[in-house]
């Protein structure tokens, strides 16, 4: 892998590796452009299967931060780390802390907080070694149900455009993961009285679905085919790709999941195919919105926090409609809006202020 040219194809500031033998860290921040503010990106552990993965991860995950946060309005950059490994293996304290001193080497240019497989606890122990941390128990806490809660706005908004109606009652959608965040969705969805059918590596996660919200139980390979209104990917990224494109039977792709599209093309097919999808950084960005107390230092407000979350919705309309009086996919329109903003701030802060 040529490293400076990857950082070069889409112009990505830093790519810092961390190692403490100690410990057992291994890891790597992606920052990719801190025009707007610092970079903010939670911190994921994965057992990558080499390193080459665990960079290539790390810096689409950074970039789709950098658009997530220019969308959302939000005075941040975007930046990710990944820390590699089996997360039911190298837990410690020690790790995290070293972690944590890496993050705060950087001198407030990346601020993390939680991403797949971490914990509130484990978010606590970076935090003994930076400030430069949210999402703590102390401030708004974990993400996750906010998150949820916006990707049920932007289902709406992709309701609302397709079928012309909000109302999610007997509407048909298949929920891939059931994690911290989709867990959350489909009890939302289930309230709204949607038809459900979900699918997880977790058998114990499938059969809790099952009893409590009446879900309707799918293999993890047959869940791309189910005949449903809305696919909705709430676990790994690149789940859109030329193995699964030709399997989806739905009318909408809205999910929680980072990172959908393996490549753009497959945003391109999407589009062909007459299937809307609903850009991931633009449907999941509750958890940033979430987090914006924790970094003004302002006390968390959580009514705030949802009320500006559900304006997803109008955000999500906004990318529909650029997309249509541009003729251009879903994906694109929301690349030019985040673009947008980030150029015309950029034109401002070519004005010299002392810091």
């Given amino acids: ?45 994965y057992d990558y299967e080499n390193d080459g993965d665990a960079i290539i991860d790390a810096l689409r995950l950074a970039r789709g931060m950098t658009y997530k946060n220019a969308v959302a309005g ?33 001198n407030g240019r990346y601020i993390t907080g939680e991403d797949m497989n971490m914990t509130q606890q484990d978010a606590a122990y970076v935090s003994y070694e930076t400030s430069h941390i949210v999402g703590l128990e102390t401030g708004s806490g974990n993400p996750s149900p906010v998150t949820a809660y916006g990707v049920f706005k932007g289902i709406e908004a992709a ?14 959608i298949a929920i891939q993961g059931l994690g911290s965040v989709g867990r959350r969705l489909v009890e939302i969805l289930h309230g709204a009285g949607a038809k459900l059918y979900v699918t997880s590596r977790d058998q114990v996660k499938i059969d809790k679905a099952v009893a409590e919200l009446g879900a309707i139980p799918v293999s993890p390979d047959e869940i791309y085919s189910v ?43 999407l589009e062909e195919k007459g299937i809307l999808y609903v850009p991931d950084y633009v449907i999941n960005s509750g958890g940033v919105i979430n987090i914006i107390d924790d970094i003004s230092g302002c006390e968390y407000n959580r009514e705030n926090a949802l009320r500006n979350t559900a304006r997803i919705y109008d955000t999500c309309k906004q990318v529909f409609n650029i997309a249509k009086e541009g003729c251009i996919p879903t994906y694109r329109a929301a690349d030019l809006m985040a673009l947008e903003r980030i150029v015309a701030v950029g034109k401002v802060k070519k004005i010299y202020n002392r810091q």
């Fill in 159 to 172: 309701v609302n455009e397709v079928f012309g109606s909000d109302d999610l009652k007997e509407r048909s």
């Fill in 227 to 269: 005949e449903c209104d809305v696919f909705s990917p709430c676990a790994i990224g690149a789940v859109i790709n030329d193995r699964t494109i030709e399997k989806f039977k739905c009318k909408i792709i809205a999910g929680a999941a980072n990172n959908q599209l393996e490549s753009s093309k497959h945003g391109d097919i």
């Fill in 1 to 45: 892998m040529n490293v400076f040219e990857r950082l070069k194809e889409y112009d990505y500031e830093q790519l810092v590796f961390c190692q403490d033998k100690a410990s057992g860290l291994k890891a790597i921040i992606a920052i990719h452009d801190t025009t707007l503010g610092p970079a903010l990106g939670g911190t994921r552990i």
């Fill in 74 to 106: 939000l005075n941040l950059g975007g930046g990710k780390a990944v820390i590699i490994g089996d997360p039911k293996r190298i837990k410690s304290e020690a790790l995290f802390r070293a972690f944590g001193r890496f993050v705060e080497g950087l």
